[in-house]
């Protein structure tokens, strides 16, 4: 099991970037797909990105060629960068192997707003 520590995110205005990364704790990250999920209000956690552990990245449709997901293996770090962020992007991101294992985290907020 992955436990995960994520830090970035933060309040930006439309067209605006950030950058978040997550930590995780073990020997085992290398061995696992790893995600980025979105919450917001309302609606349920979905998957936004994801890459294998191979380094084979996929986009949801409403991220894809705006975030881009990397991993490096020997940090055990999943990043994720977010540019040309719209206000649908709010909300809280969150960390996690892919598909899901365990609990979640604690998230990071995201608050696109003008």
């Known amino acids: 099991q992955v436990q995960v520590a994520v830090s970035g995110g933060g309040s930006v205005q439309p067209g605006g970037s950030l950058r978040l990364s997550c930590r995780a704790s073990?020997?085992?990250?290398?061995?696992?797909?790893m995600g980025w999920y979105r919450q917001t209000p309302g609606k349920s956690r979905e998957l936004v990105a994801s890459?294998?552990?191979?380094?084979?990245?996929w986009y949801a449709d409403s991220v894809r060629g705006r975030f881009t997901i990397s991993r490096d293996n020997v940090k055990r770090e999943l990043n994720l960068q977010l540019n040309n962020l719209e206000p649908d992007d709010t909300g809280v991101y969150y960390c996690?192997?892919?598909?899901?294992?365990?609990?979640w985290g604690r998230g990071t907020q995201v608050t696109v707003s003008s």
């Open positions: 996690n192997a892919n598909p899901v294992l365990g609990g």
């Open positions: 073990g020997s085992t990250f290398s061995r696992y797909n």
């Open positions: 890459v294998t552990t191979g380094g084979t990245p």
